[in-house]
């Protein structure tokens, strides 16, 4: 017998699993239940509807891939070690592997999925959005301290942050369409690195160190 926090975590990491794999409003609760092997009555002792479950696992799903970003933005790593493993990152979390590559990013497509005609829903995304552009400020900021990028004093680093997810976000849909990896994998870098400005010699100058026990 699971007890009810191991009951709450199955439903979420179930939720998010198949949201992953198929799409929001093609995952109904009876099939969460099914694939976690709960109950409904279970279901919604925890969660009062479909969407407060999206919610719950958007910010579980987030807690999860903050300690990933924490760790990859340590300033232990050099400017250009952040940027890299950042891609690095994108690759793992967004494309998959080789044999299971799913394309995009679940909860941003989703969001898409619902017409955001839920308004928690669009609460949870703008978070996690937020919280995703701080990051990007961050590694912009210390790619911009090092002397890393062109004109640097006139970058506008908030906007260099969002256009950072939005072409990540373009690009992945598009992957999603061609389902040709290899062209994603050589395109993401040099257009993040012409966004942000990179200086030319510092292209593909640095390995991924992040992480150390995963290859693509």
């Known amino acids: 017998m699971m007890n009810t ?12 699993n198949l949201i992953w794999n198929s799409n929001y409003n093609s995952v109904g609760v ?16 925890h969660f ?7 919610c719950e696992a958007t910010s579980y799903h ?13 300033p232990i790593n050099t400017p250009l070690e952040q940027l890299e493993n ?42 996690m959005t937020e919280r995703g552009a701080k990051y990007n400020q961050a590694l912009v900021r210390s790619l911009k301290d090092g002397n890393f990028l062109i004109d640097s004093a006139d970058q506008d680093i908030e906007q260099v942050a969002r256009l950072m997810q939005q072409y990540v976000q373009g690009a992945m849909s598009h992957a999603r369409v061609t389902r040709n990896i290899d062209n994603i994998k050589r ?17 593909f100058s640095t390995k991924p160190t992040w992480p150390c026990n995963k290859t693509l």
């Open 62 to 74: 987030w807690d999860q891939i903050r300690q990933d970003l924490d760790c990859i933005l340590s």
């Open 30 to 45: 009876n099939e969460i239940c099914k694939q976690a092997g709960v109950t409904k009555g279970s279901f919604y002792h």
């Open 86 to 127: 950042w891609l690095q990152f994108i690759y793992i979390n967004k494309l998959g592997d080789e044999k299971n590559a799913m394309p995009g990013c679940a909860m941003f497509n989703a969001g898409m999925q619902t017409g955001c005609e839920d308004a928690r829903i669009i609460e949870t995304l703008q978070l």
């Open 5 to 16: 926090s191991d009951t709450r975590t199955l439903l979420l990491e179930t939720a998010l």
């Open 187 to 203: 395109d993401l870098p040099a257009g993040i690195y012409r966004l942000i400005g990179l200086k030319p010699e510092f292209w």
């Open 48 to 54: 009062e509807s479909k969407a407060e479950l999206f």
